[in-house]
């Protein structure tokens, strides 16, 4: 069984592999490609992106050193998402550059529970490690729906295929696919919430007493008030 230091090293390392993963195979164009016109989100931005976040953590925080201006903001906006004329080749380059940087730097501490100070706040090398491996699993799931959308790739490692009905030309995924995920998702839910409403159990009721006409005399026990049902509950 592997140690702390092995183990999350390899799961941060096959977060990365399964981006670059994602990424290979394709075109300058496509990885430059946007699944949905409203987001900037691309599979090269994702990278430029990777970059920034793995100096930012290991060289910057661990490391006391300062974030170099790779991609300046275009008007107010992140720099690295913005690939129209993006280099493909000095992406790539700089990110698997800082990947080697970044576990280097996790190599130069003793133990993982080491701590360092940064802005008033006490950091460990295994916080950053676990900090960047949920960095990657999220935007590792834009990937894998931005590749989709690209060529219709789907999964990660020897079992990854190709979904039914894409052309392996690229044909990109209509945007609206992608944006009708969420209404899915909704509708789905609603379902659900309306089948556990159905089947809610009735509360127990009081018995119910004997009618009477008014102003009769009964020799039974006082006649027991039937209890309101709640308004606007399953029951109702």
Not at 81 to 103: G, I, K, M, N
Not at 189 to 212: D, G, K, L, N, W
Request: aromatic content about 6%; overall charge positive; some cysteine.
């Amino acid at each position: 069984m592997a140690d702390d230091r092995a183990s999350l090293t390899a799961f941060l390392d096959y977060r990365r592999a399964t981006l670059a993963m994602k990424c290979a195979g394709l075109t300058d164009a496509r990885l430059r490609q946007r699944a949905i016109p409203t987001s900037p989100l691309t599979l090269l931005g994702l990278v430029r992106h990777a970059v920034e976040v793995e100096w930012s953590w290991f060289q910057t925080v661990l490391g006391g050193k300062s974030l170099p201006a790779l991609w300046p903001r275009v008007n107010g906006a992140f720099g690295a998402w913005q690939v129209a004329d993006a280099d493909v080749d000095e992406a790539f380059t700089l990110w698997r550059a800082t990947c080697e940087d970044s576990r280097a730097m996790v190599n130069a501490f003793p133990t993982l529970d080491a701590r360092v100070e940064f802005r008033g706040e006490s950091i460990s090398p295994r916080y950053v490690l676990t900090h960047m491996m949920e960095e990657y699993a999220r935007h590792n799931g834009h990937a894998d729906l931005l590749r989709e959308a690209i060529d219709g790739a789907v999964g990660v490692g020897p079992g990854a295929r190709r979904r039914r009905g894409v052309a392996r030309s690229g044909r990109a995924a209509p945007p609206a696919r992608l944006r009708s995920v969420a209404a899915l998702v909704t509708r789905d839910r609603h379902r659900r919430s309306r089948a556990a409403t159905h089947t809610h159990p009735r509360p127990p009721q009081p018995p119910t007493a004997h009618r009477v006409a008014p102003g009769a005399r009964t020799a039974g026990p006082a006649r027991t008030p039937r209890r309101r049902r709640p308004c606007g509950g399953p029951w109702a």
